[in-house]
């Protein structure tokens, strides 16, 4: 089955694009670049992921969205993924629509700091975006049971591509790593 994998470049999204293609499914990748200091490192990683484990890859460029108004009230650290998230579902779902794919895949976790709230969020825009097309669509979380990062890593160790992604494994963080240099320089 053909399936949409919004491919963030982390960890996360290399554990769904493993279990989708040991599944069979024929995984198709979207990356979002927001334009973000780290959006080099994390376009590069969701490019080899893409190579590796799916089918196709598109990645479409968004950058110049700082300027937007943000909600003062969320935690500086996580503004972006205000809109971040908003975006990239709509876009996801969209292009799944427009391709005949008739799921979206996130590698929305049920303990993620931010992800799993915005779970009924990404299923309330893709529901949106069935009613202005004829195949409905479904968002599918396979990473929802994933509580810990022990079981996480369990899921990518074997992945000859694991240390080339962006996002740092160790807690505390490492603070050598792509992504902790990156959320230390920027404060995320």
Known sequence: MKVLLLNGGGIDSLAVAMILQKSGHEVHSLHVDFGYPSSIPEKAAAELIASTYCADHLNISMS???????DASIEPRFR????????????????????????VVTGVRGNAIVG??????????VRQVNLKYLKPIS?????????STDALYALVEDSPILHDTVS?????????CLKCVFRAKYGI
């Open 168 to 176: 740092c494994l160790a807690l505390p963080a490492c603070g050598t």
């Open 116 to 125: 799993a709230e915005f779970k009924p969020l990404f299923e309330e825009l």
């Open 64 to 70: 110049g969205l700082d300027a937007m108004g943000l």
């Open 80 to 103: 972006p993924v205000q809109y971040q998230q908003l975006l990239l579902t709509t876009i996801g779902a969209s292009h799944a629509q427009m391709n005949d794919m008739p799921y």
């Open 139 to 147: 968002v599918v979380h396979p990473l929802e049971t994933v509580t």
